[in-house]
């Protein structure tokens, strides 16, 4: 338990600090009070990798997303994560994702094998169902709304207040599609677009999501569990597992079960290459 309690302490001070100062071995060591040989043999054990390997992980991740969701110069990512220089920065980034900051950022890509979010010690990686989903054109209820990184998702609590709402009045499902837009600005500020799906004549916008391979994930409980959950999937699973987001609406199944939890359904689209099969289709019934 004690020891639990150390490396839970340790990952929680590497995020809180991973934009404040440089972290490395020596700095756990005298957070943590334990020796340097012990630190390292504790947290591979319970985290799977070397320390040194995580913090390096954590640092390239939290760039990655910089450059993936916003406009901000790689200047400023550099010297937000504490590098010493912009070429160090470049030159660890291509080491750990196999792309210079540029290329990561003009390809549009979400992951690379390296990509390590932030783990704690009952991080787990349920493995994906890969199903496939016929395009589907549908008019639905748009709500836009800002975040930052890290995300907290404490600007989705629009979407989720919607949610709440009309889950005890529906008689079946909600469907929900997301996309997320860079942002245009040189500031730590991203994008979400979310569509409720609903009939024509409550809807403002209409639009479709793709045909295409989806990876399908399931979650029972409630919706700050939820939001953790799908930020595991984007920052830990598909990456372990090999899979690259493709660049387009997801979608969302919401439902309340009989005990009154909340049951969660997840469709991530994703790129076909790599897949040398073409999963079973699974049809969908938006009433």
Not at 186 to 210: G, H, L, R, V
Not at 215 to 225: L, N, V, W
Not at 234 to 239: G, K, S, V
Not at 266 to 271: K, R
Request: glycine share 6%; with cysteine; net charge positive.
């Amino acid at each position: 338990m004690i020891n639990e309690m150390t490396i839970t302490s340790i990952l929680s001070y590497i995020e809180e600090n991973i934009e404040i100062t440089s972290i490395n071995i020596d700095t756990l060591v005298q957070h943590s009070g334990y020796s340097r040989r012990y630190l390292q043999l504790l947290f591979k054990k319970m985290i799977g990798l070397p320390v040194g390997k995580y913090i390096q992980r954590r640092r390239i991740t939290r760039a990655a997303t910089y450059l993936r969701l916003t406009s901000l110069p790689v200047s400023i990512i550099s010297d937000k994560l504490c590098y010493d220089s912009q070429q160090t920065f470049s030159r660890e980034f291509k080491k750990n994702s196999g792309y210079t900051p540029f290329q990561y950022r003009k390809n549009k890509l979400w992951m690379f094998k390296y990509q390590t979010g932030c783990r704690n010690i009952k991080t787990s990686f349920p493995i994906p169902e890969l199903c496939f989903l016929q395009k589907k054109s549908f008019f639905g209820s748009l709500i836009k709304y800002k975040e930052k990184i890290p995300y907290t998702g404490s600007s989705s609590n629009k979407k989720w207040d919607i949610v709440k709402a009309l889950l005890p009045h529906s008689l079946s499902s909600l469907f929900i599609s997301n996309n997320i837009i860079q942002g245009k600005e040189a500031k730590n500020e991203f994008t979400i677009n979310s569509i409720i799906w609903t009939k024509k004549e409550s809807s403002n916008t209409e639009t479709s999501i793709d045909e295409g391979i989806y990876a399908r994930f399931t979650y029972k409980g409630e919706i700050d569990g939820y939001a953790t959950y799908i930020n595991n999937i984007y920052m830990n699973i598909l990456p372990y597992y090999g899979l690259q987001k493709k660049n387009s609406l997801d979608l969302e199944i919401i439902s309340t079960g009989i005990d009154g939890c909340k049951n969660f359904e997840y469709f991530l689209p994703i790129e076909r290459s790599g897949i040398n099969y073409i999963p079973k289709t699974k049809e969908l019934h938006f009433p």
